[in-house]
């Protein structure tokens, strides 16, 4: 499966880490739970990240990479495992399930429904899972918001 992910210039040699989850609690991990977010569009990357902007805040070191999650070893959550409240902000349901997915190594990625875009996906990478070696991350380019967003 192909994903994608955006991320600043100063974050390209952690993005893939899941470092991000050591310092704060997202929508499916607790605090200190490693974890990388991806999307399966690039487009969906985008959003996932722009929904996460100040304000008029337009980023002029972006940079989107790709990354290729063998088939075998992804595990799918879908609308019916889930609370109906879900895309609340603070769900601790979300984070339950995805911190107890990345605690179980049970598979490299995990795919879950995208808040941002219904009907769309984001696959979650667990970067501590023994095969996390064998998701191949491409190269890392040069990403730019159409200007007319931040009007």
Request: net charge positive; aromatic share 10%; with cysteine.
């Given at each position: 499966m192909q994903v994608w992910r955006l991320f600043r210039e100063h974050l390209r040699s952690s993005a893939f880490t899941g470092?991000?989850?050591l310092y704060v609690a997202s929508r499916w991990n607790?605090?200190?739970?490693?974890?990388?977010?991806?999307?399966t569009s690039r487009a969906l990357a985008a959003l996932e990240f722009f929904?996460?902007?100040?304000?008029?805040?337009?980023p002029n070191d972006l940079l989107m990479a790709e990354a290729f999650v063998p088939d075998a070893?992804?595990?799918?959550?879908?609308?019916?495992?889930?609370p109906r409240n879900w895309r609340s902000l603070s769900n601790e349901r979300?984070?339950?399930?995805?911190?107890?997915?990345?605690?179980s190594l049970r598979s490299v990625a995990l795919k879950v429904p995208s808040a941002v875009?219904?009907?769309d996906w984001n696959v979650l990478l667990n970067p501590k899972h023994p095969q996390f070696g064998k998701v191949r991350i491409?190269?890392?380019?040069?990403f730019r918001f159409d200007e007319r967003m931040f009007r």
């Amino acid at each position: 499966m192909q994903v994608w992910r955006l991320f600043r210039e100063h974050l390209r040699s952690s993005a893939f880490t899941g470092a991000g989850g050591l310092y704060v609690a997202s929508r499916w991990n607790h605090l200190e739970i490693a974890m990388v977010y991806t999307a399966t569009s690039r487009a969906l990357a985008a959003l996932e990240f722009f929904v996460n902007l100040q304000p008029n805040e337009a980023p002029n070191d972006l940079l989107m990479a790709e990354a290729f999650v063998p088939d075998a070893n992804i595990e799918t959550i879908g609308l019916d495992d889930l609370p109906r409240n879900w895309r609340s902000l603070s769900n601790e349901r979300c984070r339950d399930v995805g911190s107890e997915w990345a605690r179980s190594l049970r598979s490299v990625a995990l795919k879950v429904p995208s808040a941002v875009v219904e009907g769309d996906w984001n696959v979650l990478l667990n970067p501590k899972h023994p095969q996390f070696g064998k998701v191949r991350i491409g190269a890392a380019k040069p990403f730019r918001f159409d200007e007319r967003m931040f009007r």
